[in-house]
């Protein structure tokens, strides 16, 4: 049986830090605050927002929901976010994306203040993480896999890790923490050739497809550490990730469980990006 990568116990250690740097912030005045910025009524949105405010409000962030109708023009909204930006009493913005087909996510990127780029969507936070500057932070559901993996002593360094997708949300960005560890990394994704060989001779997998059940026992080896990144809604309205994990839970020696895996320390990495950028702007 596979040892269960929980997130739970991660997101508790780091919401206790979070919890007193953010009181020491309100001891001085400073009230931490994150906006989260959503367009339109995408159900998955409303869930990670009701979430994340949920999460800021257990350590002493204040957070400001603010809702625009799907047919927003890119100019409003970009006046949003120039105006969250310019606000000194909001330390960090949070935009849900993908945004609707007719705004361009390039140019709204652009008008976020790195400074208060807490999940890692602007060129200079990107650009951070591909250089190891330490500039920006780094996009949240990424850096929660890698401390998944830091918080349960999965050495990386010399491994051969595999991770499935290659965007600059998770994929790209996860590929530079696990270099930084020192890990061999290979990055797959559609138009890979024979994917299942390639993951079975990883030490790490990370999945993030996010194709149900596209992680099988034939792209597994005994001893993997699996870190499930896919959210995939089920037909009774539950979730699950991309391992079909009554398949691949016996042969791998540790799995992070959907749910209750790296979804559970996203919240968690926001919060602290949130009380980092308040902590940054005080001191500049």
Known sequence: MAELLRGAPVAAKMNEETCARAGALREIGVVPALALVRVGENPADISYERGAVKR?????????????????????????????????????????????????????????????????????????????????????????????????????????????????????????????????????????????????????????????GSLTAGHVSPGQVIVDVGINELPDGGISGDADFEAVEPIVSAITPVPGGVGSVTTAVLARHTVESAEKILGA
Do not use: W
Request: one cysteine or more; glycine letters at 10%.
């Open 56 to 212: 800021c409000a257990g350590v002493g962030i204040e957070t400001r929901s603010v809702v625009l109708p799907e047919d927003v023009s890119e100019a409003e909204l970009i006046d949003t976010l120039r105006s969250l930006s310019g606000d000194m009493s909001v330390h960090g913005i949070l935009i849900f994306r993908p945004l609707p087909k007719h705004i361009d996510d390039s140019a709204v990127c652009a008008a976020l203040d790195p400074v208060k780029d807490v999940d890692g969507i602007t060129d200079v936070s990107l650009a951070g993480v591909f250089t190891g500057s330490g500039r920006g932070f780094c996009p949240c559901t990424a850096e929660g896999c890698a401390r998944i993996l830091d918080h349960y002593g999965i050495d990386c360094a010399g491994k051969r890790a595999v991770v499935i997708g290659r965007s600059l949300v998770i994929g790209k960005p996860v590929s530079q923490l696990l270099l930084a560890r020192n890990a061999t990394v290979t990055v797959c994704h559609t138009r890979t050739r024979d994917l299942a060989g390639e993951t079975r001779r990883a030490d790490i997998v990370v999945s993030a497809a996010g194709r149900l």
